[in-house]
């Protein structure tokens, strides 16, 4: 164990600190105690530092730039917290509450993507209203005071169909998307042209005292880069200087790009850039994480992932202390993929284990921890950003990161990166224990003011209430989609085509027909279809006879199914379903889906006559909207017998109060929803995980979406699931359970959600409880008035503070011995 020396206190500019990196602003910004060399670097011929209309926006106060250390606003250096928030995942009533709850986390950036493809589905034909009204939501948060992070990419991945591009990009002629490619750029460039104007002519970037205080150009590149040859690096190059003659006046950054050209910033993205991040390219740029994923994203078929709150704050601490300036939570709200906007085999539930979940509500413990190390990094971020850093090993796998200022102001991060054992350890002549894998944080050199392992927050737990449910057959109806026949169908080819190109995202759907004559009678024969993804129904004579899928690993996939024909001609129709475009990879417009190969008893039928039907009937005719409704005929529920592909209509009334709404479609198997026409999302029970278990059996309906009372609910169901089986369900926190130890803090809150009061006291032991909240009982040490006493505090009041100390509890029921209280209550309305 290594005794931490005594830090000289004197001020060294760091050669990283020394130079201030101006972006599109044309004066210096005066920066305390750090030298300030004007410094100015071209970046192919084209950048412009110089632009009069920059240099007044400078003057006016607005200017954005950076250096070493950190991002410099209106001169001041800062530590930065950011979370992004994802506005068409969302919807604009939300808006408001997300953004305040993430203030109140401790954010002061709220970082999104801009989703090309959702505002530009056809060439030309723009669309910024509703969900996809980005210059509301931006005004929305600055409104609540923080700043902004746009990555415009265009491609953003993001777990979006097609990356967020445009699938009519796909048939330009000669387009190899993100390569030195002149279609390729010519479009790119004109959409990021386009946001940025839209962007100056609403006065949102910083340099015009709006909240955007940086721009983010192409999105982690550098993991397909090496596929383009000398194409990827001259795109780099390109992007980078075509970004920048845009003149926002704020800086851009490209994640996961370590050759990003000056003075575009490169920045990490991952689960652990506290450890793997290489630093910036450049001493004149500093360390920004511009996704630390807080949990994973979710696919059909996997099992939720989650990451502990305890793991995020050691590497967001971690990260600071080894010079970090920004770290943005990927995602702080996750939201929901409404419609068809997940990409493949991505579920329609967005990161719900984010510190916001899905609909809206605060994730205990995660957000408090979160806010608790962001209040205490605030504390000290002016030592952290003006003092000089040194480095000191505590031990075999432990370390000190510590600050020093002029007037010898003081901050230290001591890291303890051994995962089994807590550590005892020295510093400055102080002993400190580390709990394992943890990170201290002692803003004054002395005392801890946080320790990333220990929880000092309450834990929520959410629940469904069942409000309604959809049981009564006489309340459904019915509509079997056609299944059709190669005669009617109107497109034709003598080869199997690519289910990508045929439905340009307009459908999941893809039918493949063709009509095969057999000369004798009754045979049984081998159907074998060899598809490229992602789903496969097939029919023979409009009788279904099996199906198949792939999966997110995997999309391609055999179906081998012994099929009758009778003699004469067979109608042979097989649906092809996508579920969601691919979002990543290199030449994404070569992306296949779809039948590659079909033979029936060895007769290939792949080069043969088909014909093709994009799409279904039902959404032709757009059945699941009020006017299109009635342009087929629903039948009663049950008239004739189940089969696959049926719509399903009923209606239903809100929920009373303001809990989120979900639909619970345990029962069903694959297909879509619609609630007053709008697109809930795609659901996929039959999938299950390896836990036999579907990834997903719950759909947000948000509020805006519902009337009070008769709101239309259609189902579009491929499989056999029963819709009688539905419910409708609120969302709200039920339970709140702290437990916290006298060597951790000095009290206990329980705190219930708005508007909700604290009904009953659970379990209360103040001395030695076993478990956790999940599971506890009383210990060997524990004051029998403990629940009493709370229940006096607490019961009726939404929230309550009990001091961790004996003399509330009347006594020490066990001297000498640390002791903790654990309350587990119950909240409710009323
Ligand atoms: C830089 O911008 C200024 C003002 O917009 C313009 O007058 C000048 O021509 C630009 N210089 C270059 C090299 O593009
Ligand atoms: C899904 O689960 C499989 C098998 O456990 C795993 O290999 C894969 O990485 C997971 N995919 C995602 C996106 O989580
Ligand atoms: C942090 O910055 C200082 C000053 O530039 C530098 O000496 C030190 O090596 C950096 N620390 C880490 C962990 O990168
Ligand atoms: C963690 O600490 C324990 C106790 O000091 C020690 O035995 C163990 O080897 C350490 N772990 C590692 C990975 O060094
Ligand atoms: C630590 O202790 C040593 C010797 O006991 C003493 O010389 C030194 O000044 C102390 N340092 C601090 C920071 O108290
Ligand atoms: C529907 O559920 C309710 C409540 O559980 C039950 O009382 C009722 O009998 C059910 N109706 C049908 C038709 O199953
Ligand atoms: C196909 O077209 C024929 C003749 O127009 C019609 O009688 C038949 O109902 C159609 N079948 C389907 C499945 O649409
Ligand atoms: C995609 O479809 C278009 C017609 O919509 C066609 O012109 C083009 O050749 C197709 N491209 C590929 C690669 O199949
Ligand atoms: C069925 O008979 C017709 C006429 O005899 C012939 O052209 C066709 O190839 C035969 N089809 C099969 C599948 O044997
Ligand atoms: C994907 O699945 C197919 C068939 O289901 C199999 O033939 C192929 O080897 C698999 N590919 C990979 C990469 O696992
Ligand atoms: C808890 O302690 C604080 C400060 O020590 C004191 O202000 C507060 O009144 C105490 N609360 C209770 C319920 O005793
Ligand atoms: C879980 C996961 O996908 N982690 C990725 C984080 O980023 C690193 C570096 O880019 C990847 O190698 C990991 O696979």
């Known amino acids: 164990m290594a005794t931490a020396g005594v830090i000289v206190g004197m001020l060294v500019a760091a050669a990283a600190a020394a130079a201030v990196m101006m972006v599109g602003i044309g004066a210096a910004v005066d920066v305390d105690d750090v030298g300030v060399h004007h410094h100015s670097r071209d970046i192919g011929n084209s950048a412009n530092y110089t632009s009069t209309a920059a240099i007044d926006q400078a003057k006016n106060g607005g200017g954005v730039s950076y250096d070493g250390r950190s991002v410099i606003i209106n001169g001041h250096h800062r530590?930065?917290?950011?979370?992004?928030?994802?506005?068409?995942?969302?919807?604009?009533?939300?808006?408001?509450?997300?953004?305040?709850?993430?203030?109140?986390?401790?954010?002061?950036v709220i970082q999104t993507y801009v989703f090309w493809n959702l505002h530009e589905p056809q060439q030309g034909q723009?669309?910024?209203?509703?969900?996809?009204?980005?210059?509301?939501?931006?005004k929305e948060i600055h409104a609540q005071g923080l700043y902004v992070t746009l990555r415009i990419g265009p491609f953003i991945e993001s777990e979006w169909t097609y990356g967020g591009l445009p699938f009519w990009l796909h048939d330009v002629p000669g387009i190899v998307f993100r390569s030195d490619n002149r279609p390729f750029k010519d479009?790119?460039?004109?959409?990021?042209?386009?946001?940025?104007s839209m962007m100056k002519s609403e006065n949102l970037y910083a340099s015009q005292g709006g909240p955007i205080i940086l721009s983010q150009i192409e999105n982690e590149y550098q993991t397909i880069e090496s596929d383009f040859g000398d194409k990827g690096p001259a795109y780099v190059r390109w992007a980078a200087a075509m970004a920048v003659r845009l003149q926002t006046g704020v800086p851009w950054l490209m994640c996961k790009q370590e050759d990003a050209p000056d003075p575009v910033i490169n920045t990490c993205n991952g689960y652990r850039c506290g450890q793997t991040f290489k630093g910036p390219n450049s001493p004149n740029k500093p360390s920004m994480w511009t996704e630390n994923w807080t949990s994973f994203l979710q696919v059909y078929g996997n099992e939720t992932k989650k990451r502990s709150a305890q793991d995020i704050a050691f590497h967001v601490a971690l990260f600071i202390a080894k010079n970090g300036s920004y770290v943005n939570y990927y995602m702080y709200h996750g939201g929901t993929n409404f419609g068809r906007t997940a990409a493949a085999f991505v579920t329609t539930s967005y990161y719900d284990q984010a510190p916001i979940d899905e609909y809206g509500l605060i994730r205990?413990?995660?957000?408090?921890?979160?806010?608790?190390?962001h209040a205490t990094i605030k504390s000290c971020s002016q030592t952290l950003l003006t003092g000089v850093q040194q480095t000191f090993s505590l031990g075999q796998h432990q370390k000190a990161y510590v600050f020093q200022g002029k007037s010898k102001e003081c901050t230290a991060f001591l890291v303890n990166k051994n995962r089994t054992h807590a550590a005892r350890v020295k510093f400055q002549n102080t002993s400190y224990i580390l709990p394992r894998w943890s990170v201290s944080i002692l803003p004054d050199c002395k005392s801890v003011a946080f320790n990333t392992a220990k929880l000092r927050v309450q834990r929520n737990t959410r629940s469904m209430i069942l409000s309604q449910k959809l049981n009564s057959t006489d309340k459904w109806k019915e509509y079997k989609e056609t299944i059709p026949e190669f005669d009617n169908t109107s497109i034709r080819a003598d080869t199997l085509l690519d289910h990508l190109n045929m439905t340009k995202d307009t459908s999941d759907y893809l039918w493949y027909t063709f009509r095969s004559s057999l000369n004798t009678s009754n045979a049984r024969s081998m159907l074998n279809v060899h598809s490229h993804g992602h789903v496969l129904y097939a029919y023979v004579n409009g009788v279904h006879q099996g199906s198949a899928h792939g999966s997110h690993g995997n999309r391609t996939f055999t179906l081998e199914k012994p099929v009758i024909l009778h003699k004469g001609s067979n109608n042979i129709a097989l649906l092809s379903a996508t579920v969601g475009f691919p979002d990543s990879g290199a030449f994404l417009e070569r992306k296949v889906a779809g039948i590659r190969k079909v033979s029936i008893q060895h007769n290939d039928f792949t080069n043969y006559l088909w014909g093709y039907q994009v799409g279904l009937l039902g959404e032709k005719l757009e059945i699941y909207t009020d006017n299109g409704l009635n342009r087929i005929q629903w039948k009663k529920f049950g008239s004739s017998s189940r089969r696959p592909l049926t719509w399903y209509k009923t209606s239903f009334d809100a929920p009373e109060g303001s809990d989120p709404v979900v639909l619970n479609l345990g029962s069903m198997g694959k297909g879509q929803a619609w609630v007053n026409g709008q697109g809930i999302g795609r659901y996929w029970m039959s999938f299950h995980t390896p836990k036999a278990r579907p990834s997903q059996t719950r759909y947000h309906i948000p509020r805006s979406f519902l009337k009070p009372t008769g709101n239309l609910l259609v189902l579009l169901e491929e499989e056999m699931g029963y819709p009688t089986g539905i419910t409708v369900n609120t969302v709200s926190i039920t339970k709140v359970c702290h437990y916290v130890s006298e060597s951790h803090a000095s009290a206990a809150q329980i705190s219930c959600p708005?508007?909700?009061?604290?009904?009953?006291i659970l379990f209360a032991s103040f001395g030695t409880p076993l478990g956790d909240c999940k599971s506890y009982t009383i210990g060997n040490c524990h004051s029998p008035n403990s629940r009493a006493i709370i229940e006096k505090a607490c019961l009726g009041r939404e929230d309550c503070n009990i001091n961790l100390s004996k003399h509330i509890f009347g006594g020490d029921p066990c001297p000498g011995i640390t002791k903790s209280l654990l309350v587990d209550a119950r909240c409710s309305r009323h």
């Open 187 to 196: 479009h790119m460039q004109k959409f990021a042209a386009k946001i940025v």
């Open 754 to 760: 708005q508007n909700q009061k604290i009904s009953q």
């Open 79 to 108: 530590i930065l917290f950011s979370g992004s928030i994802h506005y068409p995942r969302s919807t604009p009533q939300m808006w408001p509450s997300l953004i305040s709850k993430a203030k109140e986390g401790g954010l002061d």
């Open 364 to 373: 205990q413990p995660k957000w408090g921890h979160l806010k608790e190390l």
């Open 126 to 138: 723009f669309d910024f209203s509703g969900r996809a009204d980005i210059v509301r939501f931006i």
